[in-house]
């Protein structure tokens, strides 16, 4: 029965972000982006904060209060995105450089990967700022996959995997090859500027996803609904698999990278926040994202090391 709903949900994500891909984004980014986002956090403090060590946790999350202040300056208006952008990717190269002695110490290779990670963040805020913020929003829906490969074992891990390629690799660029766009508009099913929302047109949210140079291309639209199509699934194994992975056992309260709470009061938590939220993007879209977008930053540039140090400091409790 799961696997059934959950091959439902994949071939409903694809062909609304083909057909509606404007609707899609908008409506599953004020829906559940915030929950997204807290239930992520929840699961990293939950599964990771106990293999950090103080010092190392104490400058992750300082250099995630940098981040923060960055964000919030822009938000606010009072750095221009020019100056804050590359500020926020210098952190997250200091983010790398962290973790990269651990790495090290477990294995020259991962070692080397870190390196040039954190290389190939420089020449990114030295060719293209901007670009480099944007290739990392899209990679970033791919984080479930760690996370999977990170949980799992044996032909459980192997089976997911498989199902890892198909649902993030292959789909998206099926729909990025133009193919399900051609099905879909014969049939007089494809409305790009439809949306339950006040959002504006398509053209005013591509940015998120697809580069300046190529909003004028058919291909921006086929770019834009594969992100779309992994943003949602993305969504679902955070909110739909993540949680179920938990270990309620464990105490959040003590070592921590966020500040934690046991699941069923967090549940009301994100509830809370994420319905305040959802009101702000039926009110202003724009503006609710751009809030949203401080606490997102969050979520997604700790993962990077995070995910890192999962390869040098595998669980040990399977």
Known sequence: MFTIAAIALVLLSAILSVAFPLATYTLTLATFGLTHVLTELHYVENRFSQRLINRLRISISQLLLIIISLRSL???????????????????????????????KKDWRLGILGTVLAVGIALGIFYSPTLTLLL???????????????KLRGSNRDRALLACIIVFILIPLLILSGIPYKLLSSLNL?????????????EAHLGVFVPKQLHNQIIAIHAFSAAVFLQSMHYAVVIGVLPTWE????????NSIFI???RK????????????????????????????????AVHAWVEIPILLLALAIPDTSH
């Open 74 to 104: 822009q938000v606010f208006g009072l750095i221009p995105t020019w100056v804050s952008i590359p500020l926020e990717l210098s952190c997250v190269i200091g983010l790398v450089i962290l973790v990269i002695p651990i790495l090290v």
């Open 136 to 150: 990392f929003a899209v990679l970033h829906n791919l984080t479930p996959v760690g996370f999977i490969a990170e």
């Open 190 to 202: 494809v409305k790009w500027e439809f949306s339950l929302l006040p959002v504006g047109g398509i």
């Open 247 to 254: 270990d309620s056992k464990q105490s959040r309260t003590n």
């Open 260 to 262: 934690g709470y046991p």
């Open 265 to 296: 009061y967090f549940t009301w938590f994100i509830i809370l926040f994420s319905t305040l939220l959802f009101i702000g993007f039926t009110i202003a879209f724009n503006n609710a994202r751009a809030v949203y977008g401080i606490v997102a």
